[in-house]
């Protein structure tokens, strides 16, 4: 989600991952969720797996809807 202003914000379905160079920062994975989420619970399953759930998004006639997918994710290591 990124704030476009005090009350506007733009819903993305980017996958982010923290850069561990001298100052840490975010940068985009290269992976995306099937659909943009904003709020979403985030929640570690077994192995190596994350479980995205829920959260809201908003439809072009501006209608604030819940989301009630629940997306898995496998977590990869960099070397």
Known sequence: MFRLGPYGYEYVNHIFEMAFTEKPVWQHSGRY???????????????????????????????????????TLELSTHP
């Open 33 to 71: 969720l099937r659909e943009s989420k904003g709020f979403a619970q985030v929640v570690l399953l077994l192995g190596k797996r994350l479980g995205i759930l829920g959260g809201h998004h908003y439809l072009a006639d501006g209608q604030d809807t819940p989301v009630d997918t629940f997306e």
